[in-house]
């Protein structure tokens, strides 16, 4: 573990644990983004069902509130029956296109609104006749119509293709509700994770951050002749203590100072030969 110290300490390991923990924090800055706008899109295809089944309720309502006006009608001779009468029929085509319009993307469902446009349009045919006849005094024609099992059995068909279009969508909005909810609970505990994970990074690194510091300021025994460190009880170079304590690698070069002073003594040694002087003899260093 002790030769891994210096490693676990260095720069680069400090740094790469603040960016990872940096990254994370990004990513669930991201992640929370991702998710506020799967749930906005979850709440607009939530919204259009919702919508799809009002336009589905409000024709329902319109077709029996036509079908009771027409028997109200037939029944009084009141005029003032026909008024709800006249006043849902005239919402049928409207909501015909608007719910048209609303299951476009689904082929299946295009198929089934455009049967029950034309069973709406069968049973407005149906009650538009019972009306006339009974307008014309045919009383007895009028209801022996109305009494057929024609107008009975289209509102049957009608109530079962409004039943089919309902549970569609109805289960378009279980599944989108569910949908919602599992991304919602998966992206809250992955930003959990991963706030978590940036914390735990960020400790990591802040407290490598002091311990390196902490050891960079410890005092270095230094000997004041031969520039050699004690390290571990013995004195080594300053090279060797530097690539053993810090991993750090090095070369050597030299300095302009050294070079002119090595210059001249070179020069110095040269005159002295010259002159037949022996050369000074190098005072020795301990080691």
């Known amino acids: 573990?002790?030769?891994?110290?210096?490693?676990?300490?260095?720069?680069?390991?400090?740094?790469?644990?603040?960016?990872?923990?940096?990254?994370?924090?990004?990513?669930?800055?991201?992640?929370?983004?991702?998710?506020?706008?799967?749930?906005?899109?979850?709440?607009?295809?939530?919204?259009?069902?919702?919508?799809?089944?009002?336009?589905?309720?409000?024709?329902?309502?319109?077709?029996?509130?036509?079908?009771?006006?027409?028997?109200?009608?037939?029944?009084?001779?009141?005029?003032?029956?026909?008024?709800?009468?006249e006043a849902a029929v005239s919402r049928f085509a409207p909501l015909l296109a608007a719910l048209n319009l609303r299951v476009a993307p689904h082929p299946v469902r295009s198929a089934r609104v455009q049967a029950l446009r034309d069973l709406i349009e069968a049973k407005h045919a149906e009650m538009a006749k019972t009306i006339a006849l009974?307008?014309?005094?045919?009383?007895?024609?009028?209801?022996?119509?109305?009494?057929?099992?024609?107008?009975?059995?289209?509102?049957?068909?009608?109530?079962?293709?409004?039943?089919?279009?309902?549970?569609?969508?109805?289960?378009?909005?279980?599944?989108?509700?569910?949908?919602?909810?599992?991304?919602?609970?998966?992206?809250?505990?992955?930003?959990?994770?991963?706030?978590?994970?940036?914390?735990?990074?960020?400790?990591?690194?802040?407290?490598?951050?002091?311990?390196?510091?902490?050891?960079?300021r410890t005092v270095i025994t230094v000997c004041a002749w031969t520039k050699r460190v004690k390290w571990k009880g013995r004195w080594v170079s300053f090279e060797e203590f530097l690539e053993q304590r810090f991993k750090l690698r090095f070369t050597h070069g030299i300095s302009e100072e050294a070079a002119r002073q090595f210059q001249m003594e070179a020069v110095e040694l040269h005159e002295q030969d010259k002159q037949g002087r022996p050369p000074p003899v190098a005072p020795t260093t301990p080691s």
């Not at 319109?62 to 029956?81: H, K, N, S, W």
């Not at 045919?138 to 109305?146: E, I, K, T, W």
Request: proline letters at 2%; aromatic letters at 6%; glycine letters at 6%.
């Open 134 to 216: 009974r307008r014309d005094k045919s009383v007895a024609a009028a209801l022996n119509l109305m009494q057929t099992d024609r107008g009975e059995d289209l509102m049957t068909r009608i109530r079962a293709e409004f039943g089919v279009l309902e549970t569609a969508e109805l289960n378009d909005l279980r599944e989108e509700t569910s949908r919602a909810a599992y991304q919602t609970e998966t992206f809250h505990y992955t930003s959990l994770c991963l706030i978590a994970l940036a914390i735990l990074l960020t400790g990591l690194a802040s407290l490598l951050l002091v311990r390196r510091i902490r050891d960079l």
């Open 1 to 85: 573990m002790s030769s891994l110290r210096p490693l676990i300490l260095s720069q680069p390991v400090v740094l790469g644990a603040l960016a990872l923990a940096f990254a994370l924090t990004v990513g669930t800055a991201w992640l929370g983004v991702v998710s506020t706008r799967g749930v906005l899109a979850a709440n607009v295809r939530t919204g259009e069902t919702q919508e799809t089944l009002l336009v589905l309720h409000q024709l329902t309502t319109a077709v029996m509130d036509a079908e009771t006006g027409q028997r109200g009608f037939l029944l009084t001779g009141d005029e003032a029956y026909l008024k709800p009468y």
